[in-house]
């Protein structure tokens, strides 16, 4: 599995970490047009922190206030130059971060530091470098987040500051103090790394590292690297059991909401980041028909979904069964050519493994509907021919997914 992991060990700001991901091999032409959706053209250069060479960004751009409606539409004139999981994902980290910032201050009217076009380009340009290296998970060592007090556009507060305190609390991101005066990690840093975290540190086991690269930022105390460093690493079974790692589960029981309803619901549930969402039929007391909605999610992710669920569903209790381990067997997405009636195209398979053979196959659905309708003939027939072109293409090349 590939996967990419942050070193924060001298914290985390937005624009160190999309240095830190340009370094580390991400799509520079694809970032940099991302950016400039939103400021001028931002500049890269190398730097030097205590005798580490990083890449450092420079937005360039002019202090403002927004509301997060403001930003928002600022984020939505940049559509036509971000990928649609990156503009998502941004506008998520916004999100996060408001709602971090009502909780401190209220129904608070602007954001201030977060709001500027220099905190958007940052969030843009991370969000967009991370879907460009394309990694199967990413993890986040011990953030370090400094010590003394900080002044900002509210005044004078202890270290880390009361927003970024509140977006490490609903993170499950893992930090220490540290012995160096000053701010850190700052509240961008902290709400991307927040919505990158897709996995523990504790769940590595074994790897390679394939790259590394540190972003810096502007201050430059002597004698102490302001990096963090970025890996993308190879993680690698030990060939006798199945990888692990844990999980939430979140369940409610409803017996007052229609179908669509749920399926709706579900829909929203997955868009979010669960891992997965089911609708069990149950019997509930008085013998009235039921179902049991399951949601399963990472850690980090559990807390936003309750809320969700009990927001489309009405329900108002959410059990949540933390830290539920499970084993995954390892997978990977291959192209195969598919043939029917003639016509040709290349269809995704999604193929698990076990102890470096290929036990099952799977056509991606969506892709099999859709050429089924454009052939007018049954799903089932489309999605027999995916995979039996899948297993055919086993037979010809049957390589472990840490071989390719």
Known sequence: MRVLVFDPFHGAAGDMITGALLDCGADRKCVMRAMRSVIAEPGITEVTRAGIRAVKIDTHATPIHRTLSEVMQRLDTAEADVPPEALAMAK??????????????????????????????????????????????????PITLGRGTSTG?????????????????????LTRQGTE????????????LAEFLTMTPTELGIYTIHATGYGAGTWDP????????????????????????????????????????????????????????????IIMKKGRPGFL????????KSGELAELMARELGTLGIRCLPAVHRFLAERTIELVDVEIAENHRTMAVKFGWMHGEIYSLKAEFDQARDWATELGIPVSEVLRAVEYAGWKSVKKNCSAPGDR
């Open 293 to 300: 909605i399951q949601v399963i999610c990472t850690s980090d």
């Open 181 to 192: 005066e000053g701010e850190l990690c700052t509240p961008t840093g902290a709400a991307l």
């Open 222 to 281: 002597e004698g102490i690297p302001n990096v963090i460093r970025a890996m993308v690493i190879e993680t690698k079974s030990d060939g006798d059991t199945l990888a692990q790692d844990t999980v939430d589960i979140l369940e409610t029981n409803i017996d007052d909401v229609s179908g669509e309803v749920i399926a709706h619901a579900i829909i929203q549930f997955l868009k979010t980041g669960a891992r997965d969402a089911s609708a069990i039929p």
């Open 153 to 173: 556009s509210h005044g004078t507060f202890p270290i880390p500051a009361p927003a970024t305190a509140e977006i490490l609390k609903c993170s499950g991101l």
């Open 92 to 141: 998520r980290v916004f999100k996060r971060i408001n709602d971090a910032e009502k909780r401190v201050h209220g129904n608070h009217v602007h954001f201030h530091e977060v709001g500027a076009d220099d905190a958007i380009a940052d969030v843009i340009g991370a969000c967009t470098a991370l879907h460009s290296l394309d990694v199967d998970g990413v993890t986040v060592m």
